[in-house]
């Protein structure tokens, strides 16, 4: 009997289970399905100039700053479960430690804006207004905003605009933008605006320093000169080619660039330092009769070579031993870069 009553109570507990399971099926039919959260992401070139088709408001590098032109933003636009917007900015290939403004500013009539703009100057807080710091390259920052979704994405007429932490921050110059795009509208790549600037360098007469003892004593035709190129990477960087014209064929020239410095401070009286600067360019080009040359990749910017670096650029006499301190044995001597 024990054994009965067991496997009787056993079969109601199992109806009673198979009873709520189907009860609960039943309720969680009878509810309505949780929506489903939209979300878009929108990715923004560098500014060349490529929104306004227009490049005087192209990124200006030879302006006040000094930013790689491959910096790209990403800019992700979220549902709330309370129908109002997430923002989301990202930067890649920033500056690390460097502070990156990043503003969303509401579109307007040029004719109607202080300075000409075609947005209000005064960011939209609301949207999106703040800094970013980058760590690795990169950076981000999310913004909880009082907006619909929907309308954020569908309506809102601004633009995204992030600023160069290199220099001063300016509301009304575009060409200091490092991205200018419409706010929830991928903007696509421009050309690049690299630079590239070229010096020339005549036979050594004495004339960089003003002074005829320095020009050149010795056997080798005076007809040798000199260029420097020097090109702008898109991550930043610099590259330098030298090429000497006139060279005689098998001489192997030593080229050097030299750190300028106080005379008074070293140690046979140079105006620069007598060890070679080789991040700068410090290498050996074979002569072939006519034009020969050789490159250097550098990890500083084209502005910082070509407006900051001071030093000399000298060409040696492959027809006599070296020297670091005869500049009459210098085929060539010149400001570098200049």
Do not use: W
């Amino acid at each position: 009997m024990k054994k009965l009553r067991l496997n009787q109570s056993l079969y109601l507990f199992a109806m009673l289970l198979f009873a709520g399971a189907f009860s609960a099926c039943n309720d969680n039919n009878d509810q309505e399905p949780m929506p489903m959260l939209e979300m878009e992401s929108f990715t923004y070139a560098f500014n060349e100039g490529q929104l306004l088709n227009s490049p005087a408001t192209a990124y200006n590098g030879d302006g006040e700053g000094d930013h790689p032109r491959n910096l790209s933003a990403k800019l992700d636009i979220e549902e709330m479960p309370s129908g109002m917007a997430k923002v989301t900015v990202t930067i890649e290939n920033g500056i690390n430690g460097m502070q990156y403004a990043v503003h969303a500013h509401n579109a307007a009539d040029p004719s109607t804006t202080p300075n000409g703009t075609p947005y209000s100057e005064s960011p939209n807080g609301g949207v999106f207004a703040g800094m970013i710091t980058i760590a690795g390259g990169t950076g981000t920052r999310s913004v909880e905003t009082e907006m619909p979704y929907s309308m954020l994405v569908n309506d809102y007429e601004g633009f995204l605009v992030i600023h160069d932490p290199t220099q001063a921050i300016s509301t009304t110059n575009l060409s200091t933008y490092l991205v200018l795009g419409v706010f929830a509208q991928s903007l696509a790549e421009g050309e690049a605006n690299l630079r590239t600037s070229e010096f020339d360098y005549s036979f050594n007469e004495g004339q960089v320093l003003d002074n005829p003892a320095i020009a050149y004593d010795g056997e080798h035709p005076r007809n040798l000169m000199a260029k420097i190129r020097v090109e702008e990477n898109i991550d930043g960087t610099s590259k330098v080619t030298v090429s000497l014209m006139n060279t005689l064929n098998g001489r192997m020239y030593p080229v050097h660039a030299h750190d300028a410095a106080d005379p008074a401070t070293t140690p046979n009286g140079t105006p620069y330092n007598e060890t070679p600067n080789g991040a700068i360019f410090a290498g050996m080009i074979s002569g072939n009769g006519g034009t020969a040359m050789a490159s250097n990749d550098l990890d500083i910017s084209f502005n910082e070579l070509t407006k900051n670096y001071e030093g000399f650029f000298v060409v040696h006499d492959p027809t006599q031993n070296l020297s670091t301190t005869d500049l009459t044995t210098y085929l060539v001597l010149g400001l570098f870069a200049r």
